[in-house]
């Protein structure tokens, strides 16, 4: 199981594109919504989430995703639910991946320290002792960062590498025209 957060002010192709090649490659995901199941991403568009966060249970999943976007990145460091998660998900040395601003909370979490991660720029400064990358997807150990939107379906694609295996990635990658 694969749990990605979501929060009012969330970038939308950040969250959707990574979520929807999961699930085309038949990984099962939760969209948990932090502060409802109603959630409006930064340009208006609104989505379902599958739990609301009053009602999520941590279960040990695989992998943990935090989409970036503004305000969303905030209200998502601003979550204990989230940050428990987090932390949780850090000690059972499950993935966690973060994308645009929002590896800035794993920066602030000390989560970063002598890992190589990648961010929107701007957010540098956020990324507390990590290898700044010039590479638009980051894997260090079980840490993924990305730089944006417009690397969100290679950053999707590097989790179904990460969760299926390489061919499954390179077939979802051909079947999406995104060769």
Do not use: W
């Not at 599958?50 to 999520?56: E, G, L, P």
């Not at 909370?105 to 990358?133: H, N, Q, T, V, W």
């Amino acid at each position: 199981m694969i749990d990605l957060f979501l929060a009012n002010g969330f970038e939308e192709i950040e969250a959707l594109a990574p979520l929807d090649l999961l699930r085309r490659a038949g990984i099962p995901v939760t969209t948990v919504g932090i502060g409802g199941a109603e959630i409006t991403g930064a340009h208006g568009i609104s989505v379902r989430a599958d739990v609301a966060d009053t009602d999520y249970r941590y279960q040990s999943p695989r992998m943990i995703i935090l989409p970036g976007g503004m305000p969303g990145t905030l209200h998502l460091a601003a979550s204990e639910v989230v940050a428990d998660a987090i932390e949780q998900a850090n000690k059972e040395h499950a993935y966690i991946a973060a994308i645009c601003a929002a590896p800035s909370i794993l920066g602030d979490m000390g989560l970063l320290a002598g890992k190589e991660a990648i961010c929107y720029p701007g957010f540098e400064d956020r990324l507390s002792g990590a290898k700044l990358s010039h590479h638009r997807v980051v894997k260090d150990g079980t840490i993924v960062t990305a730089a944006g939107m417009g690397v969100a379906i290679e950053f999707g694609l590097t989790l179904v590498e990460i969760l299926c295996g390489e061919d499954k990635a390179k077939e979802l990658r051909r079947a999406v025209l995104a060769d």
